[in-house]
């Protein structure tokens, strides 16, 4: 289909890979419903972007609006910059995608005459409490924003959120429970969703029945699109494509038993104190556990000269393979891989699901305790590490619970449910249902 015949939708991220990667993911599945889309995004944000598209068998329009360095891209006189790029692109654009962050993106809609809709890169609890901050705040259950109506007392309920059971304070996002500016921000854009004519959730739908029913009754189109994850973790049989030939970190795997490797990474952004970092090489140690560990250079704070060296040293370099990086995603599809001691960021989180392979969860700020609860508790196929990147974890007690989860009964459980899970997702009908109906929305919403 030529593209001017092509429905043309404009997709508008904000930054960080947790936002990025599922945005791009769900313009994947638009391609082939017969839009087309273009991706605006402020190049010097993400310099790999465009680099990285080129390669992709996409009819992708990437299009760097002007530098701007706001904070998420959220401040408001940013639509400045990027409603004349919207305006400019050919042919005419009938429908912006936004995320969720981005609620100046519902004036540049509408300045265009156009329909937008919005996007939440979390799942469905995420969103509830985004769009309800306000309520949060006024009922002084947020730091720093304690009205002189709020109930003082530590345990009282949070009630108020459809789709959400009762909770207390301590279970809402760590960044809530810190305060500040960002959160009003933040709850000020979410709420904004209720002007959008759709609003699309990275949640599964099977999975998440009953929330999404809640949030149902105040939106009246509601989508879970997810799990926004590369298209191969979906399908039964799919070679693994590696990155690179000398892929130091898949040769390695491909010497090693069934299940046999934990492999740790804690995502992009996240850090821990060096001392912590050090704790997770000794019990790595402690549990002559083959481990693939892909750190980044900056994931530990403070550290000494040589400090990442080091812990090669630590964990032994016979059954351990400490690197860089990874690629994640061939990493948990490989057999060897029995478990994943990770952030709880819920990219990662989703790719495990998809992969079968149970989590060892150590959240360490923004919602990342709410995701580890919900591979814990929720789907049944984690393990609480820690709650917090403040909490004190012991060496020998992370020993324990890798020993557990890698060669004990608990672990043989968690793999067993996480293989039942990776079945479900796989033959779930909701997704491809739910995007035909996101079609038919744009649609009807752009004539």
């Avoid at 979390?122 to 309520?135: G, L, N, W």
């Avoid at 029945?209 to 590369?230: C, E, I, T």
């Avoid at 549990?287 to 892909?294: E, I, S």
Wanted: net charge negative; hydrophobic share 45%; with cysteine.
């Amino acid at each position: 289909m030529a593209d001017e015949q092509r429905l043309h939708v404009a997709v508008l991220p904000t930054t960080g890979s947790g936002h990025i990667n599922p945005m791009l993911e769900l313009c994947r599945r638009l391609v082939p419903l017969g839009f087309q889309v273009s991706f605006v995004y402020p190049s010097n944000l993400c310099p790999k972007l465009e680099s990285s598209l080129q390669h992709d068998d996409l009819h992708f329009q990437v299009v760097p609006s002007p530098a701007s360095d706001k904070h998420l891209l959220m401040d408001p006189a940013l639509q400045e910059d990027v409603r004349p790029v919207l305006e400019a692109l050919r042919p005419p654009v009938k429908c912006l995608i936004a995320d969720m962050f981005l609620g100046w993106s519902q004036d540049v809609a509408e300045s265009l005459g156009i329909p937008r809709v919005a996007f939440i890169p979390s799942d469905s609890v995420i969103e509830a409490m985004c769009y309800h901050i306000p309520e949060l705040v006024s009922r002084g259950f947020i730091p720093g924003h304690v009205p002189a109506n709020a109930d003082p007392n530590p345990d009282a309920l949070i009630d108020f959120i459809p789709g959400l059971e009762p909770f207390t304070r301590e279970l809402l996002p760590l960044a809530f429970q810190h305060g500040g500016p960002i959160v009003t921000t933040v709850g000020v854009a979410a709420r904004r969703t209720k002007d959008a004519v759709c609003i699309v959730v990275n949640t599964i739908e099977e999975l998440d029945q009953d929330v999404v029913n809640g949030r149902r009754l105040l939106f009246s189109s509601y989508l879970p699109v997810g799990p926004l994850v590369p298209a191969e973790l979906l399908q039964e049989q799919h070679p693994i494509t590696l990155s690179s030939p000398n892929d130091t970190s898949m040769i390695w795997l491909d010497k090693q038993a069934y299940g046999s490797v934990l492999y740790i990474a804690f995502g992009s952004v996240v850090t821990l104190p060096a001392d912590q970092v050090e704790k997770i090489a000794r019990a790595v140690k402690a549990t002559r556990q083959p481990v693939l560990w892909a750190i980044r250079r900056n994931f530990a704070k403070d550290v000494p000269e040589n400090f990442y060296e080091s812990l090669q040293e630590i964990v032994g370099a016979q059954a351990c393979l400490v690197v860089e990086w990874a690629p994640q995603v061939n990493v948990l599809r490989h057999s060897a891989v029995g478990a994943f001691l990770m952030h709880g960021g819920w990219n990662s989180a989703l790719e495990a699901l998809c992969c079968g392979v149970p989590m060892l969860c150590w959240p360490c700020g923004n919602d990342q305790n709410l995701n580890a609860l919900t591979i814990v508790k929720k789907w049944r196929i984690g393990i609480m590490v820690a709650h917090g990147p403040k909490d004190d974890v012991r060496s020998e007690d992370l020993g324990n619970v890798i020993d557990a989860v890698m060669n004990g009964e608990e672990g043989r459980r968690m793999r067993s449910r996480a293989q039942e899970l990776k079945k479900i997702v796989r033959a779930g009908t909701c997704l491809e249902r739910n995007l035909r109906q996101l079609k038919d929305v744009i649609i009807a919403a752009s004539q």
